[in-house]
């Protein structure tokens, strides 16, 4: 579920005093609405229970995120631009224990599965095959690391002794190499070079 860019956190027990004080998270363009942590108390498969892992965040839906964000309707392929910057700054996140640590296992987790998978469908040309393919198997390094996850952490060294997590860790490094091999693209105008 999106919302108007509601970061307020409420993962970590020590930050629900500041989140009720109205502190903001590290936002992404586009923000999943918190669902909140209460859900959240077990294994990985309960955490996860509300959220359908093989969805599709279509670009019909993502249009109307965009339009609850308070923007104006765009075009699919600008959308799709935008879609991509923020599979890039999810990567991003996912190459550091550091970053991963201050969100929280289940945070991160969650965050995957909001955005990914994306339907490429409508504006194919904004991921070309090679990125498909790198995203499809962190994809698949984040299932096996969410499988691995019994419970909410915010230890940095929790994730480095992790197989999982540093398997996954190193492979969001391969793919975001893979992106930013072409880059991020206009957040405000259509490239010419992908229609």
């Not at 990914?116 to 198997?137: G, Q, R, S, T």
Request: glycine letters at 4%.
């Amino acid at each position: 579920m999106f919302g108007k860019a509601n970061c307020s956190s409420t993962s970590r027990p020590a930050d629900a005093a500041q989140a009720n004080a109205g502190t903001r998270r590290v936002c992404f363009g586009l923000t999943p609405v918190n669902t909140g942590q209460s859900e959240r108390t077990g294994a990985t498969s309960r955490a996860r229970q509300t959220f359908n892992t093989q969805k599709l965040l279509t670009l019909d839906n993502a249009s109307k995120m965009f339009h609850d964000s308070e923007m104006y309707e765009i075009s699919q392929q600008l959308l799709s631009q935008r879609l991509r910057n923020r599979v890039i700054e999810l990567l991003d996140l996912y190459c550091s224990f550091d970053d991963l640590a201050r969100l929280g296992a289940f945070e991160a987790i969650n965050m995957v599965d909001d955005w990914l998978p994306l339907d490429y469908d409508k504006a194919p040309n904004v991921f070309i095959e090679k990125e498909k393919k790198a995203i499809a198997e962190f994809i698949h390094f984040f299932e096996e690391a969410s499988n691995a996850t019994d419970e909410d952490t915010w230890d940095v060294n929790w994730f480095r002794s992790s197989n999982e997590w540093v398997r996954l860790c190193a492979f969001a490094k391969n793919t975001l190499t893979i992106l930013l091999e072409r880059g991020r693209f206009s957040e405000d105008v259509e490239e010419i070079s992908l229609t």
